[in-house]
């Protein structure tokens, strides 16, 4: 059983910079693209990445466009967000997600998802 653990969240202050991971563990013989995601409180899941299974390709939501950056690491088995110029609204827990199907910006393409990390912008 594959299962996404992520790491790194914790409070920030505006402009600052955060990093996290999120580790696939168990049967990871598949070739997953690996997905982030965020959900602020009282609102629907939000894009922010992918990367495709050996990193070659990956996509940006607008909001984070230019700030942030995917990255992955197969000998690790670790994808990696790495924020700057963190703003108060990229406060939110962020999730990672897996999909052995086609990278996607739609939350329900992704089979495997990790219990999130929160993320907090402080201004």
């Known amino acids: 059983q594959v299962r996404l653990v992520e790491s790194g969240g914790g409070l920030v202050q505006a402009g600052g910079s955060l990093k996290l991971s999120c580790e696939l563990s168990g049967r990871t013989g598949s070739s997953y693209a690996m997905g982030w995601f965020r959900q602020a409180q009282g609102q629907e899941r939000e894009f922010v990445g992918y990367?495709?299974?050996?990193?070659?390709?990956?996509s940006y939501g607008d909001s984070v466009k230019g700030r942030f950056t995917i990255a992955r690491d197969n000998a690790k088995n670790t994808v990696y967000l790495e924020m700057n110029s963190l703003k108060p609204e990229d406060t939110a827990v962020y999730l990672c997600a897996a999909t052995a199907g086609m990278m996607t910006t739609n939350p329900r393409g992704y089979e495997l998802w990790g219990q999130g990390t929160q993320v907090t912008v402080y201004s």
């Open positions: 990367t495709s299974w050996l990193g070659r390709s990956t």
